[in-house]
């Protein structure tokens, strides 16, 4: 592994875990550059400066570069307040209507770190179900919230609201293939409109959280499935690793195990176990079912190296993907061409579920082919 990946590492698990880091590991060939740039593509800065803190002043980079790195992390504190306001005002708006909503993964994960605003943000997702959706559509209609931007999918609507990208969800996601995800819906449906939802406060206001079960396969789900379809990032790797620590004591691991099998992600979860003892820091006995085979430990390596460190936060830097044809069919075919490729890579890690995701792929472009065909043909 190159020295800057070690280095930030080190420097991750350090502002994780709030331990010094090796000292040894940085002198005066460290490559700053480097490091900081890794950390973005991986949005993992925060955390990375937290780490440099608690190193010897002769060993932290300029102050040049010091004073970049916190003008970036005052911005990402400034989005953290702006997000929470907007989460208040949606859920307390929402509640007032008789509507329960539940936010996923995002500030509701934050929470689980020492210094919640340390954690990169993005955008919020608010489940409501089936039977909520089109009510809550209506009412962000009513309150001028959906502009022309607005955009629908099979499970949830995407928008603006404050320039923050909110996604209302009628369902928490899909699982490739039919029977798996049929399971998967059910299992989602049932905890999140259960009274098992926990609530914390953001913005002033109460708001819901998924149940802790809910969560200790949702978060790993959410990994995974940006994996399958072309990359994911250290970031959502720390959100597994201080979940699993804040609640190690108060997951069933049971029905963990009993969840993981039925979804049939409890291969991929040991690989990614491996990353999170290893290289993150999390003890191993916290980290249920944790595997550290030859095979485990290959594949783990693997993945980090060829797909996470590769291409970054969500597959975002993939080189692969950079050279892209503005045709609107030379464009599909290229990410066609992109995705076999990537697959054929993967195999290894994903087996039976490469081809569940592959037929579901061909679906989905064939399809919006023909949507955009139509709605083209209708615009003229």
């Not at 010091?66 to 907007?86: C, E, F, G, P, Y």
Request: aromatic content about 12%; overall charge positive; proline content about 3%.
């Amino acid at each position: 592994m190159e020295q800057s990946v070690t280095q930030l590492f080190a420097l991750i698990r350090s502002g994780l875990w709030k331990e010094q880091p090796n000292f040894n590991l940085f002198g005066n060939d460290t490559n700053w550059n480097e490091v900081f740039q890794l950390a973005q593509k991986q949005t993992v800065l925060g955390f990375v400066i937290d780490g440099l803190s608690m190193l010897p002043i002769a060993l932290q980079p300029n102050k040049g570069m010091q004073i970049k790195a916190h003008s970036l992390q005052i911005r990402t504190t400034q989005h953290h307040h702006l997000l929470n306001d907007v989460i208040s005002e949606l859920s307390s708006r929402l509640k007032k209507e008789g509507i329960h909503s539940v936010l996923l993964k995002g500030q509701g994960l934050a929470q689980n770190y020492p210094d919640p605003f340390k954690r990169a943000c993005g955008d919020i997702d608010l489940y409501v179900g089936n039977h909520n959706y089109k009510k809550t559509c209506q009412l962000l209609k009513q309150w001028g919230m959906l502009k022309g931007e607005a955009e629908e999918s099979s499970h949830h609507l995407h928008f603006f609201y404050r320039e923050v990208p909110i996604e209302i969800h009628r369902i928490a996601g899909i699982l490739y293939g039919l029977f798996r995800n049929k399971r998967f819906r059910k299992w989602s449906d049932t905890l999140l409109q259960g009274e098992e939802c926990r609530s914390c406060s953001l913005g002033g206001e109460a708001v819901y959280l998924p149940p802790i079960r809910f969560d200790a396969m949702f978060i790993f789900y959410h990994m995974y499935r940006h994996l399958i379809t072309g990359g994911v990032g250290l970031r959502q790797l720390c959100d597994c690793v201080m979940y699993l620590h804040r609640f190690k004591d108060e997951i069933n691991r049971n029905l963990l195990h009993e969840d993981l099998c039925r979804m049939g992600l409890m291969r991929i979860w040991k690989i990614f176990g491996c990353i999170a003892v290893h290289h993150l820091g999390l003890p191993k006995e916290e980290f249920p079912f944790y595997s550290d085979t030859a095979e485990t430990k290959e594949l783990s390596e693997f993945l980090l190296e060829e797909v996470i460190l590769r291409n970054g936060n969500f597959g975002h830097y993939n080189p692969d993907k950079q050279a892209r044809p503005k045709g609107y069919l030379a464009g599909k075919l290229f990410s066609l061409r992109n995705t076999l490729l990537y697959l054929r890579k993967m195999q290894r890690i994903f087996g039976s579920e490469t081809l569940n995701f592959l037929l579901f792929y061909i679906y989905k472009g064939i399809s919006n082919i023909l949507h955009d065909t139509i709605y083209g043909k209708k615009k003229k």
